[in-house]
């Protein structure tokens, strides 16, 4: 990883967002039901499985993220952003460019469907949160305050390496949802 500004840090994870939001409403957001809910080839999660294991993630850290933002002190944002030991390790586990390694979800983080275009627009909507999540750690101090990971309260990591590995774990499973459409 390299080193960046925490400014430069918070614009890399921006522009991450807009990437995720650009792919998923004008791929997803309109795809027909039947397709959102067809299994996978491979016997894995459907489209809107994918879609429903995402909120999860952004149901449990985003509003933990906003907590510790909220609370977090002013920085010279122009200092250097230094990722965790933990941090980095749980990102690069999720990075689907570094492994491909295979994990269980967690029972919390199953996904279970009920409306797959709520669950698209949900996912929009939690996309955005993000980006007001971004907007407000802006001149925040993000290594100070940690956020607990869904692992365990015993298991933390810095508001910024949580907002980037939420959006590792989205990359991965969009493109997860994406080789879905392939298969067909």
């Not at 650009?22 to 999660?45: C, M, S, T, Y």
């Not at 290594?143 to 298991?155: E, G, N």
Request: net charge positive.
């Amino acid at each position: 990883m390299q080193k960046l500004s925490q400014t430069d840090f918070i614009n890399q994870l921006e522009t991450e967002v807009e990437v995720q939001l650009k792919e998923v409403i004008g791929v997803f957001q309109n795809f027909p039901e039947d397709l959102l809910l067809q299994p996978a080839a491979d016997h894995g999660w459907s489209i809107a499985e994918c879609f429903a294991h995402l909120n999860t993630y952004a149901e449990y850290y985003l509003p933990r993220i906003e907590k510790v933002i909220d609370q977090a002190l002013p920085i010279d944002e122009s200092l250097v952003y230094k990722h965790s030991f933990l941090g980095r390790y749980f990102i690069n586990m999720m990075d689907p460019d570094r492994g491909k390694k295979k994990y269980k979800a967690t029972k919390r983080h199953r996904p279970i469907v009920d409306n797959p275009h709520a669950i698209v627009s949900k996912f929009i909507q939690y996309l955005e949160y993000m980006l007001v999540l971004l907007n407000k750690a802006r001149g925040k101090n993000l290594l100070r305050k940690s956020v607990t990971t869904s692992l365990s309260a015993w298991i933390k990591m810095n508001s910024g390496d949580a907002m980037l590995f939420v959006l590792i774990h989205n990359k991965r499973h969009l493109e997860q949802a994406k080789r879905n459409l392939l298969q067909r």
